[in-house]
């Protein structure tokens, strides 16, 4: 069982940056690839950003890419969503999610455990 607790969401002006934490309880974050993932008001909830257990591989939504970067540090047992240059379209719920496959998966279906979301909204 892995808990998520995701913060540092908020309300930001177009072209600033936030940056969002993932807190996981338990020892085996380690064993879990882990991903964001966002969703707007009546919209799906899509794919951001991935990383793999080591951290050495990641992947981006192409919406994102070059803009947001995700990253992972084992031993506080947290991901980080640095997001640049935001615009209003990014505004969306974020969403943490832990993944005990070992591949970066991009659907919602691949993930076992879910963070309770953080707002992001970008005014502009």
């Known amino acids: 069982q892995v808990q998520l607790v995701e913060s540092g969401g908020g309300l930001v002006q177009a072209g600033g940056s936030l940056r969002l934490s993932c807190a996981a309880s338990?020892?085996?974050?380690?064993?879990?690839?882990m991903g964001w993932f966002r969703q707007a008001p009546g919209k799906e909830r899509e794919f951001v950003a991935g990383?793999?257990?080591?951290?050495?591989?990641?992947n981006y939504a192409d919406s994102v890419k070059g803009r947001f970067t995700t990253s992972r540090d084992n031993a506080k047992n947290t991901v980080y969503l640095q997001m640049n240059s935001l615009k209003p379209d990014d505004t969306a719920v974020y969403y943490c999610?832990?993944?005990?496959?070992?591949?970066?998966?991009?659907?919602?279906?691949?993930?076992?455990?879910w963070g309770q979301g953080t707002q992001v909204t970008v005014s502009s």
């Open positions: 990383i793999s257990r080591s951290g050495a591989y990641t």
């Open positions: 338990g020892r085996t974050f380690s064993t879990y690839a």
């Open positions: 999610a832990a993944s005990a496959t070992r591949l970066v998966v991009t659907t919602p279906s691949g993930y076992d455990y």
